[in-house]
């Protein structure tokens, strides 16, 4: 589909009135007929595998034809592993406690009045998201679970299976009290679209782009509507001078090895001076026996010699990948100092027996998640017990850290009155 | 002090790098330092009334050679009953209940994790509004005690008595653990130094525009920060089939007459058809008195001679005044239909005496306050028992109707672990 920039407009302006009439209709709809709708979605796409495969299979050459790396090529890729895979998914944002219409507070006034707050959903959502067909079927779960329309946007990369995925999820709706317009695709190909969705600050209420920082910074830039920014993870373990040696090696070794690729990977090592000498060589040679490539601070080279010296900007790098920052500090207060001045307020953890140092760190760092003893990886909404993610937010607008069902909603007031008036 | 565009943007990042480097110091502040604060600026107000009195006549002395209209000079003249009462709005701020630290929630996972979230300030709140100089202390005090920094650009017409407010809350905060620079002023009077503040997403976490509709559109269209939008209130009453007499007549004369210049009065009334005839000419009779002017739809016109007939533009209509548009619908579906086909999502009120309508309207309706049986002007902060009022948001990011302490705070994940790893 090839259009001009008046027709791009309006394509999106129906897009969104759609979107926005549709999330009228949802937003009353019971969490039984809403789950109905996501158990139904799920049963199709497992039995509609072989045409999203078929449909995969021609994003694939097509994308062979353009030369796309093997790694880009393998996120596209659907097989009837991944497919079942996305169904599970769907079954799984079914059996989840659903968010809408919950009342989180109520209190009353002097005056009689019961005053409370119920949860509600946002509206519509825009998600604007790389390669994976399956974070089609998973963010219109959530979104529909949490009683909002959504628009998705995905790479074109995998645009045919997207539309797939998306056909089978509407064919669900039909057959269910959703309105099939609450879940929508953009069958335009055009990059210009995005800005033209970017402008219906009256029909989409939230943008979350999933992928890398440069689509992020592009679509906030450009965007009227408010946008979840989630911009880079450089996460650090502080091991404190009381630190248990074996817990803080075991937590170390898992934060950057077990999946380096992560924003929630630990990049920066952070290590009390008093505890360094019996620390730093052991927990390098095993990093070192891992793959993982060392750059320390000055102290740190002078301590385990044969290692690359860490430049400035290796303080402020999310390397996802095996290589690591090493800084011996005096004390934990040059650790915040190092947090706050290099980090990005994503993930920080500290490891230490020492019950006040415990509770300092935990109050004086704040960044999305803030640990004690345990690995920066649980950083996620599944791990946290959200149930499932939707993006992670690394502004504290909205919602901070992992996103789950709860900020997909806002809260209104609710008012029961006897007849109250003001004086 | 007159500056050229350079300077302008150096400026701006000034205040905007202050801030930040004052809210990091602000953040890990105790309630008792804090409190103790406040209640130094609030004495200090008091102490320094004559210099604030003095600049204020400078203030007024201008605004009267600008020919500013009287309605505007009364906004800006402080005396010493205005200058208590801020202090007093001060010192309440200081009784209030410290938001940050608080663990809202706190769970434990199958692995032994306990997870939690814990309230933190913002970080730098910016605030831009019109022509009262009280919302220099009232802002600035909810945002120290919310544990932000606060940057506060007032109305031109009352810019010496801004500048003379945030000197005197300056100087309590040089005699206390709080910054100096968690509450700055701009100094420039420039139009264009606006522009310069909404670009400093880096170092400002929120922006509240306070003023008219006019003053958030252009905030709001020009901002790289998330904006707090409040946009018009066309609020509703409906008064049901059901509804006992006395209490509709009293709802209803309260919520158009009381104040009908803020947003939570109503501009619409929704009657049922069925007590139309018992309700519609009586109260119509009651509003006429007290001055209101009736914009009736064709039954209301058919029912009460003599009556002026409503426009389609007077269903989305702010009147702001004691004009009032009224319609009789033919069950709750249409008033609610109307809602939200002509509403603002601000509030909205049934007067019932039916269990179930008053359940599904309070479920159906999604704005910011949804009532039974209470006049719309109970949304508000402090009535709804917030304690005080930040502003209100007419958008659902973020916030959604009247902000409090606790909407100045964003949430981060706390995690105390055992040794935990991600397998």
Not at 116 to 142: C, F, H, K, S, W
Not at 229 to 239: I, L, N, Q, S, T
Request: charged letters at 25%; proline letters at 4%; aromatic letters at 4%.
């Amino acid at each position: 589909m090839s259009v001009d920039a008046p027709s791009l407009q309006a394509e999106a302006l129906r897009l969104g009135k759609q979107a926005k009439a549709a999330a009228r209709r949802l937003a009353p709809l019971s969490t039984a007929e809403k789950n109905r709708a996501l158990l139904l979605m799920a049963d199709k796409l497992e039995a509609r595998s072989p045409f999203l495969l078929a449909e995969n299979r021609r994003d694939l050459e097509l994308a062979k034809q353009a030369g796309v790396s093997k790694a880009v090529l393998d996120r596209i890729a659907l097989d009837a592993g991944r497919v079942s895979g996305m169904a599970k998914g769907v079954r799984e944002v079914a059996a989840l406690p659903d968010p809408v219409r919950e009342v989180v507070k109520l209190w009353r006034r002097p005056n009689g009045l019961q005053v409370g707050r119920m949860r509600i959903p946002l509206g519509v959502i825009g998600i604007i998201y790389e390669a994976r067909p399956n974070v089609t079927a998973d963010a219109a779960a959530l979104c529909l679970k949490s009683g909002n329309a959504v628009i998705l946007r995905g790479g074109s990369e995998a645009h045919r299976s997207n539309q797939a995925v998306a056909a089978v999820l509407r064919e669900a709706c039909a057959e269910s009290a959703v309105p099939q317009d609450a879940v929508q695709t953009v069958e335009v190909k055009d990059h210009a679209f995005v800005s033209e969705l970017l402008q219906l600050e009256d029909y989409i209420d939230l943008i979350i782009p999933r992928g890398g920082e440069d689509l992020i910074r592009a679509v906030a830039a450009n965007s009227k509507i408010p946008v979840i920014k989630h911009y880079k993870g450089v996460c650090h373990v502080y091991v404190d001078a009381d630190a248990p040696l074996d817990m803080a090696e075991r937590i170390c070794f898992n934060a950057k090895v077990q999946r380096p690729s992560v924003c929630n990977a630990m990049e920066t090592l952070l290590v009390h001076e008093a505890i360094a000498p019996r620390f730093v060589p052991a927990m390098i040679a095993t990093y070192q026996a891992a793959g993982v490539e060392i750059r320390g601070c000055e102290k740190t080279c002078a301590m385990v010699p044969g290692i690359n010296r860490a430049n400035e900007s290796d303080w402020t790098e999310e390397y996802l990948d095996l290589i690591l920052a090493v800084r011996i500090v005096k004390d934990m207060d040059e650790a915040i100092d190092h947090i706050e001045r290099y980090g990005s307020e994503h993930t920080e953890s500290i490891v230490t027996g020492n019950y006040q140092r415990s509770r300092e760190f935990i109050e004086r760092v704040n960044s999305s998640a803030v640990m004690v003893n345990a690995s920066t990886r649980f950083n996620d909404g599944g791990e946290l017990g959200l149930g499932a993610e939707i993006g992670i937010s690394t502004s504290k607008i909205h919602a901070f850290g992992p996103m789950g069902l709860e900020e997909l909603t806002t809260t209104k007031f609710i008012v029961f009155g006897d007849g109250q008036i003001r004086e």
